[in-house]
């Protein structure tokens, strides 16, 4: 994953202070935030096999952290399916975060 921009870190940081200095409204400051979030990771069959294996969980608790089935995960792994937006942004925070912020 790309690590984010030290410039839109700068800016970013720099409407927060101008948002709670009063400068910038609610609405501006939101429209903030969501161009400074990353993008989120397309998972391939072979990271998401690796990211069980990481933590040594098997497809069938995989699928009920992510709720989803244990056919979908068989699937995302041998590339037969691919993984929705939803999905990749939970498989990402699982890669992030590890399993405890699944649970």
Same mark, same amino acid.
């Given at each position: 994953?790309?690590?984010q921009s030290r410039i839109l870190d700068a800016v970013h940081e720099t409407a927060t202070d $101008?948002?709670? $200095? &009063?400068?910038? %409204?609610?609405r501006s400051m939101e429209n903030? %935030?969501?161009l400074c979030i990353p993008p989120v990771p397309d998972y391939s069959p072979d990271q998401i096999k690796s990211l069980r294996e990481r933590y040594r969980? #098997? =497809?069938a608790v995989m699928? #009920?952290? $992510?709720? @989803? #089935? !244990?056919? @979908?995960?068989q699937k995302w792994e041998v590339g037969e399916k691919h /993984? &929705?937006? /939803? #999905? =990749?942004? $939970? !498989?990402n925070i699982l890669d992030r975060k590890g399993l405890e912020a699944m649970v």
């Open positions: 994953m790309k690590k $101008l948002h709670r $200095l &009063g400068f910038i %409204d609610k903030y %935030d969501a969980i #098997s =497809q699928a #009920s952290v $992510l709720n @989803t #089935s !244990l056919s @979908t995960i /993984p &929705g937006r /939803p #999905s =990749q942004k $939970l !498989l």
